[in-house]
Structures are given as C-alpha cells and as structure tokens.
C-alpha cells in the first residue's frame, strides 16, 4: 500500500522500507502456525485494501492475492536488507533515531529493530505525539504507510518506545476473529462483554478499545525497560545465544512476568478497569500462563468475587521470583562460553510460580 508522501524522496523512502518489511517476511512468515498465518494474511490484505473491519472478506479475493505474495516472498527471501536514504544520506535501516532525526520534520516515525526469534521489524507511519515519560522517548505512530506481517504494536529500543496505534487496532481485531472461531467463555469472552461489537458499532467500538489498551501497551514497554535495567547487558547477549529455541521462549516469557510484575500489572490494579484485566489475561500466551499457574489461579479467583488484594499479592509474589529467577539463569549462564540449553530449560520448568 504506497500512499503518496509529502514528497518523492519520502514516496521512494516508503517503497524501500516496504521492500524491507517484505524481505522479513519472506524469511520469517513461516514460523507462525497455519492458523495463525492464514489470520495474518487476511488482515496484511486487509490493510493493503484499505477495507474496513465490518466488511467481510471474499475468500477468493484473499486466495488470489496470498499467492502472488508467496510468490514475491520466494523471490526476497535471500535479498539483503536495504539502506534507507533521506536527505541525500544512505543510512543503515537499523539506525532508526538517525532515522527519525530526519523525519522529525516531516511528522513521520520509522523503526527497524529486532523482535521475537531474532526477527526484523520494519515501519513507516506518521506521528501523533511523542511524549517524555521520565528517561523514555515515547512516539505514538497512527496511520502505517509501510508494516510487515508480524506488525508488533509496541517495541522499545534503548530509551525509545514505539507505540503503534494502527497495528494495537489490527492486532485487537485479530484476537476478536480469532475468538469468534468457536466463542469461548474466557478472558477475551469478558473482554468483550464490556464492548458493543454490534455490527453498526464496529469501528467505533474498536477505537475505544485501542484507546484504553494503548495505556497498557505503554505500561508493558515501561517495564521491559525497568527489567532491562536491573539485569543489563548480559541478558540481552544470553538471549542472542539462544534464537528459535524453547529456552528463547522461555526466558522471554519469564522476562515479560518481570516487567509486568514491574509496571503493567501495578498500573492494571491502581485504574482497576475491568475490561484491561481481563484483556491482559486473553493476552497472555501459553508459555507464560504455563510458567505461572499461580496468576492464573487468582484471576479466576478474581473473576469469582474475591477482590482485587488476591491479585496483588500474586503480583508481589511474583516480582522477587522472576527477578530471583533471571539473576540466578544469567549467573548459571555466565559459568561457561556455551550455556546448556537443556539445563536452562529445566530450571525455568522447575520454578514455576
């Protein structure tokens, strides 16, 4: 989806982070599960199109486009990333606040970083605000002129988080379809029995969940930052030691515990918004409810009457395990060139909380 820019140089700048965010693609859309995949696909074309979230989706239509995508995909997948050029510079598309430096004056955010599995992000968007939270940057992108498959709402990078408006409300309606499949009774089934999704409400329904979840997209990257400050460098080098494994997921997941036990959760229980908890409940995957049963427990005992104590003492409990945990796998980590992968993933198996 090229939109017009305010000027060629920008029109040739979102082309070549577009062709970016497709060779990322083409390396990495295997990895999700069919499922999950086929959900993505829908609404990469989705966005492409510009179609509105009430229109539903001719299967013939998608059918045609994701194969001339593949197609494009296995021609990218051994090209290398391209540099950027602004101001009549060739800049890395990594070196996203040179990048932004530039486009300041043009309202206009862009990152490249690296995600999950070692995966490259790439995106271009204009921006809405930009806000100094303490020592963090914070730029809040609304409309996306350039995004890849995986399009993560939120990624902080040393002192900067990027907050992606467009891509929390894609994200939102990937995990309302996703529910509609079978329409469980959980936490997304009371998530959305705080909302009117009728079908003359969409849209606007969807905007005032982006609105309220955008705050806790927020809250989650604060704490990513306050967790990467208490364990520094070596945990982000243990985690380069160990892409598209178990233990990967794993230590990310008891991470995510700790900077949610640091920030989201504190934030979730002093608004005591009803719907943000159960969202951020619906949100967690299955390596992180695995690895914390006990959290799991008070939310259902939560959702039954018990008050909002039992899932601040839960919270508690959790901050010094998963910071005592993560210090003690560094420190077992640090003790050989070549950490066990197995005995890192036994470990975290044997604290769960």
Same mark, same amino acid.
């Given at each position: 989806?090229?939109?017009?820019?305010?000027?060629?140089?920008?029109?040739?700048?979102?082309?070549?982070?577009?062709?970016?965010?497709h060779?990322?693609?083409?390396?990495?859309?295997?990895?999700y599960?069919?499922?999950?995949?086929?959900?993505?696909?829908? #609404?990469?074309y989705?966005?492409?199109?510009?179609?509105?979230?009430?229109?539903?989706?001719?299967?013939?239509?998608?059918?045609?486009?994701?194969?001339?995508?593949?197609?494009?995909? /296995?021609?990218?997948?051994?090209?290398?990333?391209?540099?950027?050029?602004?101001?009549?510079?060739?800049?890395?598309?990594?070196?996203?606040?040179?990048?932004? /430096?530039?486009?300041?004056?043009?309202?206009?955010?862009?990152?490249?970083?690296?995600?999950?599995?070692?995966?490259?992000?790439?995106?271009?968007?204009?921006?809405?605000?930009?806000?100094?939270?303490?020592?963090?940057?914070?730029?809040?992108?609304?409309?996306?002129?350039?995004?890849?498959?995986?399009?993560?709402?939120?990624?902080?990078?040393?002192?900067?988080?990027?907050?992606?408006?467009?891509?929390?409300? /894609?994200?939102?309606? #990937?995990?309302?379809?996703?529910?509609?499949?079978?329409?469980?009774?959980?936490?997304?089934?009371?998530?959305?029995?705080?909302?009117?999704?009728?079908?003359?409400?969409? #849209?606007?329904?969807?905007?005032?969940?982006?609105?309220?979840e955008?705050?806790?997209?927020?809250?989650?990257e604060?704490?990513?930052?306050?967790?990467?400050?208490?364990?520094?460098e070596?945990?982000?080098?243990?985690?380069a030691?160990?892409?598209?494994?178990?233990?990967?997921?794993?230590?990310?997941?008891?991470?995510?515990?700790?900077?949610?036990?640091?920030?989201?959760?504190?934030?979730?229980?002093? /608004?005591?918004?009803?719907?943000?908890?159960?969202?951020?409940?619906?949100?967690?995957?299955?390596?992180?409810?695995?690895?914390?049963?006990?959290?799991?427990?008070?939310?259902?005992?939560?959702?039954?009457?018990?008050?909002?104590?039992?899932?601040?003492?839960?919270?508690?409990?959790?901050?010094?395990?998963?910071?005592?945990?993560?210090?003690?796998?560094?420190?077992?980590?640090?003790?050989?060139?070549?950490?066990?992968?197995?005995?890192? #993933?036994?470990?975290?198996?044997?604290?769960?909380?």
């Amino acid at each position: 989806m090229y939109l017009e820019l305010a000027t060629p140089e920008l029109t040739a700048l979102d082309h070549r982070v577009q062709k970016n965010c497709h060779i990322s693609d083409a390396q990495f859309a295997g990895n999700y599960t069919l499922c999950i995949y086929l959900l993505k696909m829908r #609404e990469l074309y989705r966005w492409e199109t510009q179609q509105p979230f009430s229109t539903t989706l001719g299967n013939d239509e998608v059918g045609d486009w994701l194969k001339d995508r593949e197609a494009l995909w /296995r021609e990218l997948e051994d090209h290398r990333f391209l540099s950027l050029e602004i101001d009549g510079q060739q800049l890395d598309p990594f070196e996203s606040d040179e990048i932004n /430096r530039h486009l300041q004056r043009y309202d206009l955010v862009y990152s490249g970083g690296v995600g999950r599995g070692a995966q490259p992000h790439f995106f271009l968007g204009e921006l809405v605000r930009k806000v100094e939270h303490g020592d963090y940057s914070v730029l809040i992108s609304g409309r996306e002129f350039a995004r890849d498959l995986g399009s993560p709402p939120a990624m902080s990078q040393g002192r900067t988080i990027y907050l992606r408006r467009e891509s929390l409300r /894609r994200m939102l309606w #990937e995990k309302i379809e996703e529910w509609r499949w079978n329409r469980p009774l959980n936490a997304m089934s009371r998530t959305l029995a705080e909302y009117d999704f009728s079908t003359t409400n969409v #849209e606007r329904t969807l905007e005032r969940l982006t609105d309220v979840e955008l705050e806790s997209m927020l809250d989650h990257e604060i704490g990513e930052i306050m967790a990467q400050d208490q364990l520094g460098e070596a945990w982000e080098t243990l985690l380069a030691t160990l892409p598209h494994s178990k233990a990967e997921i794993m230590l990310r997941a008891i991470r995510d515990h700790l900077a949610d036990a640091l920030s989201t959760l504190p934030a979730l229980l002093q /608004r005591q918004q009803t719907a943000s908890i159960h969202f951020y409940f619906a949100n967690l995957n299955s390596m992180r409810k695995h690895l914390y049963p006990g959290l799991m427990a008070a939310y259902e005992a939560w959702c039954q009457g018990e008050g909002f104590a039992i899932l601040r003492k839960q919270m508690l409990a959790g901050k010094a395990h998963w910071q005592a945990l993560c210090e003690e796998i560094m420190f077992f980590a640090s003790e050989s060139e070549n950490p066990d992968i197995k005995s890192i #993933e036994q470990r975290i198996e044997d604290s769960r909380l």
